[in-house]
């Protein structure tokens, strides 16, 4: 028997679900501020560790990978808001991060040769302090950018890049 007579436009859980979902494990887990969002993660170590191997054993570990890193290159990397533009933060952190583990090869590339990617993640990402008397804050992106890049060439195939295409 059909439950719904159309299809949502995202795979997602239902409210009710998540809700009773979230309160049986809420004991368990631990709320975390990250590129100004809201993160979830487990409260004790050995939980996170018995989860990664439990569920992301081998494949499935790359396929997770790769779903974030879709998921992630889907947004944009600016929005307005409020006749300002915001720079999504998440997707400057996560998005060479999660291209890497999913061993998505090509979309990597073009992502650490994007200029306007490149520029927003030293712009705008990783802020090292904020001055109390100004508020002017001084970003360390390229840091991390550094470490985007480290990451990936442990990693990255000799066939890869753009002779590979």
């Given at each position: 028997?059909?439950?719904?007579?159309?299809?949502?436009?995202?795979?997602?859980?239902?409210?009710?679900?998540?809700?009773?979902?979230?309160?049986?494990?809420?004991?368990?887990?631990?709320?975390?501020?990250?590129?100004?969002?809201?993160?979830?993660?487990?409260?004790?170590?050995?939980?996170?560790?018995?989860?990664?191997?439990?569920?992301?054993?081998?494949?499935?570990?790359?396929?997770?990978?790769?779903?974030?890193?879709?998921?992630?290159?889907?947004?944009?990397?600016?929005?307005?808001?409020?006749?300002?533009?915001?720079?999504?933060?998440?997707?400057?952190?996560?998005?060479?991060?999660?291209?890497?583990?999913?061993?998505?090869?090509?979309?990597?590339?073009?992502?650490?040769?994007?200029?306007?990617?490149?520029?927003?993640?030293?712009?705008?990402?990783?802020?090292?302090?904020?001055?109390?008397?100004?508020?002017?804050?001084?970003?360390?992106?390229?840091?991390?950018l550094i470490e985007d890049y480290r990451r990936a060439l442990?990693?990255?195939?000799?066939?890869?890049?753009?002779?590979?295409?």
């Amino acid at each position: 028997m059909r439950r719904a007579f159309h299809r949502p436009p995202e795979q997602r859980l239902p409210v009710v679900v998540w809700s009773r979902f979230y309160f049986d494990l809420e004991p368990y887990l631990i709320e975390r501020s990250a590129d100004g969002a809201s993160l979830l993660g487990f409260f004790h170590r050995q939980m996170g560790e018995v989860a990664e191997e439990d569920y992301l054993g081998g494949e499935a570990k790359r396929a997770r990978h790769e779903q974030l890193a879709r998921y992630f290159s889907g947004q944009p990397l600016f929005a307005v808001r409020d006749d300002s533009k915001a720079t999504n933060l998440r997707k400057l952190s996560e998005l060479p991060f999660q291209q890497t583990g999913g061993a998505l090869w090509d979309a990597l590339y073009e992502t650490l040769t994007d200029f306007e990617f490149l520029e927003a993640k030293c712009t705008y990402s990783g802020v090292i302090s904020v001055a109390k008397d100004t508020g002017q804050k001084t970003y360390g992106g390229v840091y991390e950018l550094i470490e985007d890049y480290r990451r990936a060439l442990a990693v990255f195939p000799e066939a890869a890049g753009p002779t590979s295409r």
